[in-house]
C-alpha cells in the first residue's frame, strides 16, 4: 500500500468506543486481540485508550499517518499489527512497551525509527520490510531476543552493523535492497539482497558444514570490503521466493 499511493485518499471513518469493542476478539487460548484492521481510519481511535488492557492490537491496512503517544499505555501488548498504513515515524512512546514478542511495520513511510525501540527487551520479530530505511539505530544491539528482522524492499546498501551483536539471531530478510558487490563474473556474482540464516555450526551435518564453508570461501574471495555481510558468522544464502509483505506477514503465535 505505501508503494504507489495516490495523494488522494478516501475520507476517513471514525470509530466509536462501543465499535471498538465490538471489534475485540477472544481466542481459544484467552488472547485478548483488538482487531482493527480495514477500518479507513486516519488517525489511531481515542478511544482505545480505554482497551489499553489487550494482549494483540491489529492497526493494519488504515490510512494511519501517525501514532500517539498513548500507545506506550498498552503496556501488556504482545503483538502490535502497524503494517501497511501511511506511518513516516514512531513514537518515543513505542518504547514503553516491554511485553513487546512481535511488531510489523511492513509497507509505510518509514524513513528512521526512533533510539527508544531498543528498550522493547523481549521483542523476537520485528518486520521493516517495504519502507524508505538506510540505516537502523545502534540500539538495536539491545534486542537480545531477536530471533527474525524483516528489511526487505528498503534503500539498505550494506548490512546493518548492530546485527552482528545479537546472538540469538536467526533470520535476516534483505531481499531487493541495493546492496552493492563486486564486479566479478555472473556465474560467481552474489546477491546480496537475499535471505539470509544464521545457524550454528552443531547444527549442520558434516557435508552441509563442508557446502557452508566452501561457500562463504567464494563469499571471502569476492567481498574485499570492510562493511560486508561477512561479519555474520556461519552465514548461507538461500533465494526461495519469499512472499513480500503486501501478500501478507506471518505471525508466529506466541504462548
Same mark, same amino acid.
Given at each position: 500500500?505505501?508503494?504507489?499511493?495516490?495523494?488522494? &485518499?478516501?475520507?476517513?471513518?471514525?470509530?466509536?468506543?462501543?465499535?471498538?469493542?465490538?471489534?475485540?476478539?477472544?481466542?481459544?487460548?484467552?488472547?485478548?486481540?483488538?482487531?482493527?484492521?480495514?477500518?479507513? @481510519?486516519?488517525?489511531?481511535?481515542? %478511544?482505545? &485508550?480505554?482497551?489499553?488492557?489487550?494482549? $494483540?492490537?491489529?492497526?493494519?491496512?488504515?490510512?494511519?499517518?501517525? @501514532?500517539?503517544?498513548?500507545?506506550?499505555?498498552?503496556?501488556?501488548?504482545? @503483538?502490535?499489527?502497524? #503494517?501497511?498504513?501511511?506511518?513516516?515515524?514512531?513514537?518515543?512512546?513505542?518504547?514503553?512497551?516491554?511485553?513487546?514478542?512481535?511488531?510489523? =511495520?511492513?509497507?509505510?513511510?518509514?524513513?528512521?525509527?526512533?533510539?527508544?525501540?531498543?528498550?522493547?527487551?523481549?521483542?523476537?520479530?520485528?518486520? +521493516?520490510?517495504?519502507?524508505?530505511?538506510?540505516?537502523?539505530?545502534?540500539?538495536?544491539?539491545? +534486542?537480545?531476543? +531477536?530471533? #527474525?528482522?524483516?528489511? /526487505?524492499? *528498503?534503500?539498505?546498501?550494506?548490512?546493518?552493523? %548492530?546485527?552482528?551483536?545479537?546472538?540469538?539471531?536467526?533470520?535476516? *530478510?534483505?531481499?531487493?535492497?541495493?546492496?552493492?558487490?563486486? $564486479?566479478?563474473? /555472473?556465474?560467481?556474482?552474489?546477491?546480496?539482497?537475499?535471505?539470509?540464516?544464521?545457524?550454528?555450526?552443531?547444527?549442520?551435518? $558434516?557435508?552441509?558444514?563442508?557446502? %557452508?564453508?566452501?561457500?562463504?570461501?567464494?563469499?571471502?574471495? @569476492?567481498?574485499?570490503?570492510?562493511?560486508?555481510?561477512?561479519?555474520?558468522?556461519?552465514?548461507?544464502?538461500?533465494?526461495?521466493?519469499?512472499?513480500? %509483505?503486501?501478500?501478507?506477514? #506471518? =505471525?508466529?503465535? #506466541?504462548?
Amino acid at each position: 500500500m505505501a508503494k504507489g499511493k495516490k495523494i488522494k &485518499q478516501a475520507k476517513s471513518k471514525t470509530i466509536t468506543l462501543k465499535e471498538a469493542q465490538n471489534c475485540v476478539e477472544l481466542t481459544l487460548d484467552g488472547v485478548r486481540r483488538l482487531n482493527l484492521s480495514f477500518k479507513e @481510519v486516519a488517525t489511531v481511535p481515542k %478511544c482505545i &485508550q480505554k482497551l489499553c488492557e489487550m494482549d $494483540e492490537l491489529d492497526l493494519s491496512r488504515n490510512l494511519i499517518a501517525k @501514532v500517539p503517544d498513548f500507545i506506550g499505555n498498552f503496556i501488556r501488548i504482545r @503483538v502490535l499489527d502497524l #503494517h501497511s498504513n501511511y506511518l513516516e515515524e514512531l513514537p518515543v512512546t513505542i518504547g514503553r512497551l516491554q511485553t513487546l514478542l512481535v511488531l510489523n =511495520l511492513c509497507n509505510n513511510r518509514l524513513t528512521s525509527l526512533p533510539s527508544e525501540i531498543g528498550l522493547l527487551k523481549n521483542l523476537q520479530t520485528l518486520n +521493516l520490510g517495504i519502507n524508505q530505511l538506510e540505516s537502523l539505530p545502534s540500539s538495536i544491539s539491545a +534486542l537480545k531476543e +531477536l530471533r #527474525h528482522i524483516g528489511l /526487505s524492499d *528498503n534503500r539498505f546498501t550494506r548490512f546493518p552493523g %548492530c546485527l552482528r551483536k545479537l546472538s540469538n539471531l536467526e533470520r535476516v *530478510n534483505l531481499d531487493r535492497n541495493p546492496i552493492a558487490t563486486e $564486479e566479478v563474473p /555472473s556465474n560467481e556474482s552474489l546477491m546480496m539482497a537475499e535471505r539470509l540464516y544464521l545457524v550454528q555450526e552443531s547444527d549442520l551435518c $558434516e557435508d552441509c558444514l563442508n557446502k %557452508c564453508q566452501t561457500e562463504r570461501k567464494k563469499v571471502e574471495d @569476492v567481498e574485499n570490503r570492510k562493511e560486508t555481510l561477512l561479519g555474520i558468522p556461519n552465514l548461507v544464502t538461500q533465494k526461495d521466493g519469499e512472499r513480500r %509483505c503486501r501478500d501478507g506477514f #506471518h =505471525l508466529k503465535k #506466541h504462548t
